[in-house]
């Protein structure tokens, strides 16, 4: 007796990772295309803030979801998808970040200013840019996979289970880390918001 196939469910935005990675690593690039148009805007935020620079990280999300491409085969957490690009993308900045220590700083003549648009309120925009520069300055004092560490958890709000799965820690130490990050990026900035130091 024939049995019919039946069609795949269609895919959806509401189509959990879970069930995408599932029929991506069957072949279905569709279920990819979704994976990729869910997680890449926060992605490349990560790595914009890791490396600093925003060709560099449109370079570096786009190697993230190559390189996740080629090894979702052996994603065998189905549920884990987002954690692990996160790690993808944490190895790539890393990376990124060695080459760029070896290479000559360069100058660009070629850089046009950025068209100033005028606010309602400068002093307001003084300040939000001046807290904005401040906690850019401690967040680069951190060292490189503690601001990663915190990133995950403060900008992407991943659990420290997947913050774990992510930087390859145990949970203990993903916790010991963003404590530590936390006082670290405290005692930076409570001496520019007008709080004691400690």
Known sequence: MLRLLRPPAPITPETPDEVLVRRAQKGEHEAFKVLFERHVLSVRRFLRDLIRDTDAADDATQETFTRAHVQLPRLGDHDRFKPWVFGIA?????????????????????????????????????????????FASALSGLSEHRRAALLLRLDHGLSYDDIAAAMGWSLPMVKNEIHRARLAMRASLLPHLGGPTP
């Open 90 to 134: 944490r190895n790539v900045a890393f990376e990124v970040k060695r080459v760029r220590q070896h290479e000559p700083l360069e100058a660009d003549d070629d850089e046009v200013p950025a068209a100033v648009i005028p606010a309602p309120d400068p002093e307001r925009l003084l300040l939000d840019r001046e807290l904005e520069g401040q």
